[in-house]
């Protein structure tokens, strides 16, 4: 089993700031079969990243992703209120389908 | 365009089982490579992988799970049934179905999740 492990736990920024979260896995995870989900408040998990680069449908371009083998990255260009959620990472290419334990990102 | 909807018990006693079925529009289970998964978190608490299947019917499940989840699908009706037996209170929390993209493999389109509760 894959094993991913998120940093910072919990990230506070202000609006207009970059913000810089980190996924590293226990494994190498091949083929980059890496995403990135935005969760907030009672909603369900919203697709930000897959292929650990490639924005999904409708996502600003103010969200990218990088990374490849075991470490990867989600990064936020130019905050706004509305970024204020928890991001996951998780890695689709064995089962189990495994997920990090999440950022918070707070705007101040 | 690709939706997904939950539907079960909110309120399970512990030992039942668990049925939920994941109502899908946008796609087919029948078209090669598609696949639909189950997720859940318990409440403040990360996602969690179930089980998944394929429109050939291949399945796979939670190493930890397994014991206790079957899935299936019905293609007629559009619908994937996920069963969870022998449930506990850890078991408490929202259940999510999500569409697994045919050719880049990522869960992309998710429905809005049930909350289960066990609880005697």
């Known amino acids: 089993e894959i094993v991913l492990t998120q940093s910072p736990g919990t990230l506070s920024l202000s609006p207009g700031e970059r913000a810089t979260l980190s996924c590293r896995a226990s494994?190498?995870?091949?083929?980059?079969?890496l995403a990135w989900y935005q969760q907030k408040p009672g909603q369900a998990p919203r697709l930000l990243i897959y292929?650990?680069?490639r924005r999904a449908t409708g996502i600003p371009d103010r969200f990218s992703g990088s990374g490849s083998g075991t470490d990867f990255t989600l990064t936020i260009s130019r905050l706004e209120p509305e970024d204020s959620a928890v991001y996951y990472c998780?890695?689709?290419?064995?089962?189990?389908?495994?997920f990090g334990q999440g950022t918070k990102l707070e705007i101040k | 365009q690709i939706s997904l909807k939950e539907s079960g018990p909110t309120l399970v006693k512990p030992t039942q089982t668990l049925t939920l079925t994941c109502s899908f529009s946008?796609?087919?289970?029948?078209?090669?490579?598609?696949?639909v998964g189950w997720f859940r978190q318990p409440p403040g608490k990360s996602l969690e992988w179930l089980a998944l299947?394929?429109?050939?019917?291949?399945?796979r499940y939670s190493p930890s799970l397994k014991s206790r989840l079957t899935i299936t699908k019905d293609t007629s009706k559009n619908q994937v049934v996920l069963t969870m037996a022998n449930l506990d209170p850890e078991d408490t929390g929202t259940y999510y179905c999500?569409?697994?993209?045919?050719?880049?493999?990522?869960?992309?389109?998710w429905g809005q999740g049930t909350l289960v509760t066990v609880s005697s």
């Open positions: 999500a569409h697994r993209g045919t050719t880049t493999y990522q869960f992309d389109f």
């Open positions: 946008g796609f087919s289970l029948t078209t090669a490579g598609a696949g």
């Open positions: 299947i394929y429109w050939d019917d291949d399945k």
């Open positions: 494994q190498s995870v091949s083929s980059n079969f």
């Open positions: 292929g650990a680069s």
């Open positions: 998780q890695q689709y290419v064995s089962s189990p389908y495994t």
